[in-house]
């Protein structure tokens, strides 16, 4: 019972670096989504899938592009990292349903951790 | 626009003493609202949500929360609390918005037990 996956799960970038974090689920969930922790801000959305082959931005999405090819991976790129970027990112997943969909749960990754130096 | 407020970062209490952590929200729109456990190191999981019917809603690990429409708040309680409790709580509201499910959280309370 994977659910959702986050690889890595601890990063240590320069600045002006890239990487990719991956998310795979396994639910055939819909919807994926990146969102990003901060002290005292709560989780922020940075960009969002509603299904295979198409992606959105979310509330804080400068920085970052994403890309969904298959419906269950939903992968995050930072392509020059900055230290503004330094955070810990969580992948989730939810199933779009018909009647009450917005009610559906969603399901996190246990996070990656990623620190720009 | 949709908001939540969770007033309160911290909250410190006793080992079998009773919480309270509130949820405040505003919203134009019928709104769906859930909490949300973090434990230390993990990912967000869900406690409990309200749909619609009772306002009451009962959850995981002995938590309960109950809907006031009127007052517009959520909040989240616990007649007695154990060290395992220990955690941050996400309030979020979610609603329909150009074809996906929007979610907004409140900025979390953690909850600190002493024992």
């Known amino acids: 019972n994977a659910g959702v996956t986050q690889t890595p799960k601890f990063r240590v970038l320069k600045t002006g670096q890239s990487m990719t974090l991956l998310c795979a689920q396994d639910?055939?969930?819909?919807?994926m989504y990146w969102y990003r922790q901060d002290p005292g801000m709560g989780l922020r959305l940075i960009h969002y899938?509603?299904?295979?082959?198409?992606?959105a931005k979310g509330e804080v999405p400068d920085g970052y592009n994403v890309s969904r090819l298959k419906k269950q991976n939903f992968l995050l790129g930072l392509e020059s990292a900055a230290p503004s970027q330094t955070s810990v990112y969580f992948c989730?997943?939810?199933?779009?349903?018909?009647?009450?969909?917005?009610?559906?749960?969603?399901?996190f990754g246990e996070g990656s951790w990623l620190t720009v130096v | 626009a949709q908001s939540v407020t969770q007033l309160d970062s911290q909250v410190p209490v006793f080992e079998e003493a009773p919480v309270e952590l509130r949820c405040n929200y505003s919203?134009?729109?019928?709104?769906?609202l859930f909490w949300y456990v973090q434990y230390p190191n993990q990912g967000l999981q869900l406690l409990l949500k309200?749909?619609?019917?009772?306002?009451l809603v009962k959850g995981i690990n002995g938590f309960e929360a109950e809907f006031n429409k009127s007052q517009t708040s959520f909040h989240l309680r616990k007649p007695s609390v154990h060290i395992s409790d220990t955690a941050e709580y996400f309030c979020?509201?979610?609603?329909?918005?150009?074809?996906?499910?929007?979610?907004?959280f409140g900025t979390g309370t953690k909850l600190q037990v002493i024992p």
């Open positions: 989730a997943s939810s199933q779009h349903g018909t009647g009450k969909w917005s009610g559906n749960t969603i399901y």
């Open positions: 639910m055939n969930h819909e919807y």
């Open positions: 899938s509603v299904g295979e082959g198409t992606t």
């Open positions: 919203s134009s729109v019928s709104v769906y």
């Open positions: 309200y749909l619609s019917g009772s306002t």
């Open positions: 979020a509201v979610s609603f329909p918005s150009g074809g996906y499910q929007k979610v907004t």
